[in-house]
């Protein structure tokens, strides 16, 4: 997994910019026997057949980062944000520009401290404010290495051990979902039997969430199963918000409501809850629940297809979402792949769909 994840973390891909990670994912794919196929938006999908209800298990390969808004005369590049970037933790950042021809590094600049005024020092400087820093002493210089207004900007890909089983990085939400889902493909390619199953990675989870809504309408199943990012409660600013633990197990969304903007959200169904917390407890799997207000998947429209959809967001514990590096612990991936993977074999022709067989 460690490998497979740092593999995936090395190649960047904005939201709507997903096609160098979209072509790793395809020749993992490709290693594993798996066909897959791919749409106009780029995500990518493999199905296993099987009987019984088909089962739509997702992840998103986009990430979130930043379009490149204006060249100044000097050189430096001013920046727009492509999804949720948090603005204060901005300043200094390392970022990758995907021009025409190569990538190239930046920084963000942060003003020299000597000349930073007392007033501006507790401040968080807008986006629209920054500029970025490439080397570069002019617009034409910037143009001839490929940069234009358009081009994606995401973190410096990079990432580092932390102890023996996590590692920090950007973008781990959510290659650590696409890395999960790998591996469990690698589970199914080898499986005799079990339910359908269309294995997939989408698009545009960071920009309106849309990418698996077109998929998802393609593919039409009985049930859907989101893996994404839980929000780690264990550090002092987060331990107010929940119970979810880095190295504590896999999690399970039981609510999560973005309280804006959209404002969508899923309450998972409950044959989707009791499935896998039946799996967790037959596997000895700790599982742990979350509930979540400010979070927000692409399952909200993913559920709303058809004649609605039995749905679930599972995930793994996570620590500092969208910032340029993110925490997460390999004991949480490989218990969730597990527990997948014994979920997915318990869902036969004669698993039970409906709401109150659900409540039995």
């Keep these: 997994m460690r490998a497979l994840l740092e593999r995936l973390l090395a190649v960047p891909g904005l939201s709507g910019h997903e096609d160098r990670v979209r072509r790793v994912i395809a020749a993992e794919l490709e290693d594993l026997g798996c066909a897959h196929d791919t749409d106009r938006l780029g995500n990518l999908w493999t ?30 590049l001013r920046l ?16 990758l520009i995907c021009a025409a021809d190569s990538d190239i590094v930046g920084i963000i600049a942060n003003k020299s401290h000597h000349a930073t005024p007392p ?3 507790y401040s968080v400087v807008r986006v629209g404010d920054l500029y970025v ?8 210089e910037a143009e001839r290495a490929g940069v234009r207004i358009g081009s994606p900007v995401v ?3 990079s990432s580092v051990a932390m102890g023996p089983h996590r590692i920090a990085a950007p973008a781990l939400d959510d290659r650590a979902g696409c890395a999960v889902l790998l591996d469990v493909a690698r589970a199914l390619a080898a499986r005799e039997n079990g339910p359908t199953v269309h294995l997939a990675f989408t698009t545009l989870e960071e920009f309106n969430l849309r990418g698996a809504l077109p998929l998802a309408e393609r593919l039409k199943p009985d049930m859907a199963i989101q893996i994404d990012l839980m929000l780690a409660t264990d550090t002092p600013d987060m331990a107010a918000l929940g119970d979810m633990v880095l190295g504590g197990g896999p999690g399970m969304s039981l609510y999560s409501f973005h309280g804006r903007g959209t404002l969508n959200g899923v309450i998972p169904h409950p044959a989707m809850v009791r499935l896998f917390e039946d799996t967790a407890e037959a596997e000895n799997i700790p ?74």
Excluded: N
Excluded at 53 to 68: K, R
Excluded at 344 to 358: C, I, K, Y
């Design 47 to 76: 199905t296993f057949e099987g009987t019984g209800p088909s089962v739509m298990l997702f992840t998103h390969m986009d990430q979130l980062g930043f379009v490149v808004r204006k060249i100044e005369a000097d050189g430096f």
């Design 80 to 95: 727009t944000r492509l999804g949720g970037v948090p603005e204060r933790a901005l300043a200094s950042q390392e970022v």
């Design 119 to 121: 007033e501006e020092k």
């Design 133 to 140: 820093d490439c080397g570069f002493e002019s617009a034409e």
């Design 155 to 157: 973190y410096a890909p």
């Design 287 to 360: 599982l742990q629940r979350s509930a979540q207000t400010g979070v927000l998947t692409d399952l909200s429209y993913v559920q709303l297809v058809g004649g609605g959809v039995a749905s679930i967001d599972m995930g793994f514990p996570l620590r500092y979402s969208h910032a340029s590096r993110e925490v997460v612990d390999f004991r949480d991936l490989d218990a969730l792949s597990s527990l997948l993977q014994a979920a997915l074999a318990r869902v036969g022709p004669d698993f039970d769909l409906s709401r109150d067989g659900a409540l039995r």
